[in-house]
Structures are given as structure tokens and as C-alpha cells.
């Protein structure tokens, strides 16, 4: 991380796509409220904006120009609102824009914490205050957008793509007989994809004082995929990770044992899919997306986000709860090894809710406190 002095602060250097629907709204806050937090510990953040997503798309056909991405990869971090639009098809932006930075940067891993906050409304009642984690695979699985689509039962489809560590060099060749149209899309899991995975989710439960991590899976039903992904991160913990215990959860059922007992699990390892999925159902029991926090971590430039998209049906209303993106911004601070920051953001966000009327709450948790008006309640406390 380049990390420059002008006087005697530290300057960070931060790249912004705002992006869709509520993401520029929400960003508005998260980004006020961590600069707020860094100028407290002697630091300041610079923010570059790009225009990338859907109107600049409608406007100018351009995706996410190569010559952004090398711009874009010259800063110290990066955080982005939210991409999609129902005007666009679905994958266009998500893929172009969300996902090639993911796989670009070679971001491997999104850490999705789910945590309690006061005064949050949860759908179910839990045993105790949820604080669990998922740590899913971000480059491999079935989002490696590998596939396509045939109308006439004849598929020939190349399947080239470079990640870190590895370039993946072939082609996919199927018929279907009698002819009928069919998709296909495959999905991977490598050794490499899956062990530097499976290392982290370990580090991440050392550094929560635990000595358990539950491995997400689905090897009953796609043996291949899922049962590899099962033994590779078994065999990791049991060879690197002495005091570190798995346990495996099929999908399935972990979404009934989550739905039954919000607070029965600490670090959820899961492939690419179950991890989008998962992070989704824990986010609404501990409740809702609103407060769902994001991070996208690699090697080299590390993006964060909150897990939610840009919410149209309430983009523009006023109705968006911006408390997610701002925590975003609290792991961003955390990862420029600003600790101090990003712990005022974190107690800022519950000394707000601890102390909020119902009506000063988020629209989210039964309030009528709008984006701006939650961003300035919880930046008083910064
Ligand atoms: P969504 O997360 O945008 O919305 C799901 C529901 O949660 C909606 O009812 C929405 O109003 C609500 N919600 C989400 N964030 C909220 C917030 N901060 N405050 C209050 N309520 C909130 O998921 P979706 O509807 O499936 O997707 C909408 C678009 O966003 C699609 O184009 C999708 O592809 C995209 N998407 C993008 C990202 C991302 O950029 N990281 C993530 C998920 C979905
Ligand atoms: C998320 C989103 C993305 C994903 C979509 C928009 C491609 O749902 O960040 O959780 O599936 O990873
Ligand atoms: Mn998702």
C-alpha cells in the first residue's frame, strides 16, 4: 500500500464508483463519515470518482474501460455503491463492471460479516446477538462466466480466462440430441482458488479467539465441484491449522439451522455461490440488507461494498438505509491498518442506534429518518 505523507498526515488515496440506484446515495454518507474518521486519526482520504454504470453506460456504450481499471488499480483502496439497473440486461453491468473488478484485482476473498446492532427489528428471534462471518471464494465456482447458450442443441463455446495464479485454456464442445435449445455454464473450483480460501477463513476465526470453521457445502449433489472444495479445505486446516477445527453444513440445511438459530455459527468457508446466497439470508436475520457490510480482499487492490444492490424499488425515495455502506467504509479504514477510524465508525453507527427514537431509525427498522438524515445522526457521533 503506497501510503503518502503531506505535512504530518497520512494521505490514502481512494477510488469511488458510486454506481446505481441507491448506490450514490448511500456512498454520500459512507464516504463523509470515513473521511471524518480517518481526519480523527491523523489520516486523510482522497477520493477519485468514477462515472462507471448504468447511465454512463446508456449514454456512452462504455462498460469499464481498460484504461480505468489501470487508473483505478494506482489507489491505496476502493469503494463502490452498488451496479444494476432494470433498463440494462442483467449481467451486462454486474458482470462488466462489479465482477471483472473482483476478478481483475484478483479480490479472493468477499468477507461478509453479520452482526447485531441495537434496536434492529430481526424477523427471528435469536439465541443470543448473531456476530458470524461468511467468508466466501470470490473468483472461482459458477461465476467464472464460463458457457452459453444454444438454440439448436449445438453448443461450441471457448473457455479462456486468466486469474491470479493461474490462465485456464479450452473449449467446451456439446450436442444434445433430440436437438432442443440448452444453456450451459461451468464452474470451477482449483486447488489454488480453494486453499488460499480456506487459509483465510482460518486466520479470520485465530483472529475472532475461535478454533472452528464451518465449511459450506453441497457434495451430496455436485460431488465434483463441491465435494473437492470440502477435502481441499479439510485437508488445509488439518495440515496448516493445528487448534482449528471443521465441521461441514450442506447448504441446505445451513439455511434451516441459520433460520432456526441466527447466532449458532461463527466463520461460514463457502464457494463462490452458497457465500452470495448466504450472506443475503444472514443479512436479513440480523435485520436487513441495510446494515450488511462488505469487503472485497486481495493482494493487490481491495474493494468494499455493502452486500446490497441498488435497490430500485426504493432508489431516489429517501428510504435507503445507508448504515451497510458506511460500515463498508469502516473495513476499508481497518484494512489501510486505520484501526482507530474504523472502530469510531463501528461505535458511532450503534451509539446512533442505541440512542435513536423509533422515528429517528431507518425506514428499514420501522423509522422515517431518511439516508442524509441517518448519515448526519451517525456522523455527529464521530
Ligand atoms: P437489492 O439488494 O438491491 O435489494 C433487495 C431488497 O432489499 C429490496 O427490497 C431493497 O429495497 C432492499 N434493500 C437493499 N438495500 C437496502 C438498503 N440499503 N436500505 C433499505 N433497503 C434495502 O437486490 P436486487 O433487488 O436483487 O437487485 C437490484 C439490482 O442490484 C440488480 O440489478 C442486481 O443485479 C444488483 N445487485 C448489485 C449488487 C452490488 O453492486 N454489489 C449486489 C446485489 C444486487
Ligand atoms: C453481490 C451481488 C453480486 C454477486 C451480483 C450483483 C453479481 O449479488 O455482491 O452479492 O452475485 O456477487
Ligand atoms: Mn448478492
Not at 112 to 135: E, K, L, M, Q, T
Not at 203 to 230: C, H, Q, W
Request: net charge negative.
Amino acid at each position: 500500500m503506497i501510503e503518502k505523507t503531506a505535512g504530518d498526515k497520512k494521505k490514502f488515496s481512494i477510488a469511488v464508483i458510486n454506481g446505481d440506484g441507491i448506490g450514490p446515495e448511500v456512498m454520500s454518507e459512507a464516504r463523509a463519515i470515513a473521511s471524518a474518521a480517518a481526519s480523527r486519526e491523523g489520516a486523510s482520504l482522497e477520493w477519485s470518482d468514477y462515472p462507471f454504470g448504468a447511465s454512463h453506460y446508456l449514454m456512452t456504450g462504455e462498460i469499464l474501460p481498460e484504461s480505468a481499471i489501470r487508473e483505478i488499480g494506482q489507489h491505496d483502496a476502493m469503494m463502490l455503491g452498488a451496479i444494476g439497473d432494470p433498463a440494462v440486461k442483467p449481467g451486462i453491468l454486474e458482470r462488466g463492471i462489479l465482477l471483472a473488478l473482483r476478478f481483475v484485482f484478483d479480490q479472493y476473498v468477499n468477507l461478509r460479516p453479520a452482526v447485531s446492532y441495537p434496536n434492529v427489528p430481526v424477523p427471528v428471534p435469536s439465541g443470543g446477538p448473531i456476530d458470524s462471518v461468511v467468508v466466501r471464494e470470490n473468483t472461482e465456482d459458477l461465476y467464472m462466466g464460463l458457457g452459453s447458450v444454444s438454440e439448436d442443441g449445438l453448443l461450441e463455446s471457448p473457455l479462456d480466462l486468466e486469474r491470479g495464479g493461474y490462465s485456464l485454456r479450452g473449449h467446451l464442445s456439446l450436442s444434445v440430441s433430440p436437438r432442443m435449445g440448452f444453456a450451459a455454464q461451468v464452474a470451477l473450483n482449483t486447488r489454488h482458488g480453494t486453499e488460499r480460501i480456506a487459509r483465510y477463513a482460518c486466520e479470520t476465526a485465530r483472529r475472532r479467539g475461535e478454533d472452528r470453521v464451518t465449511i459450506v457445502t453441497k457434495s451430496n449433489a455436485a460431488p465434483a465441484l463441491y465435494g473437492f472444495f470440502e477435502d481441499t479445505a479439510k485437508s488445509v486446516i488439518e495440515s496448516e491449522f493445528p487448534g482449528i477445527e471443521w465441521s461441514t453444513v450442506n447448504v441446505d440445511a445451513l439455511c434451516y439451522h441459520l433460520v432456526r438459530n441466527p447466532s449458532a455459527y461463527g466463520v461460514l468457508l463457502c464457494p463462490n455461490l452458497f457465500g452470495d446466497i448466504v450472506s443475503d439470508l444472514q443479512a436479513g436475520l440480523a435485520g436487513g440488507l441495510g446494515t450488511a457490510a462488505g469487503g472485497n480482499i486481495g493482494g493487490g487492490l481491495s474493494m468494499f461494498e455493502p452486500v446490497h444492490g441498488s435497490a430500485p424499488d426504493i432508489a431516489g425515495t429517501g428510504r435507503a438505509n445507508p448504515i451497510a455502506a458506511i460500515l463498508s467504509g469502516a473495513l476499508m479504514l481497518r484494512h489501510l491498518s486505520l484501526e482507530g477510524a474504523a472502530v469510531a465508525v463501528e461505535r458511532a453507527v450503534r451509539t446512533y442506534l442505541e440512542g435513536a427514537s423509533s422515528d429517528e431509525r431507518p425506514f428499514e427498522f420501522g423509522g422515517s429518518a431518511s439516508c442524509g438524515q441517518v448519515g448526519a445522526a451517525v456522523m455527529k457521533n464521530i
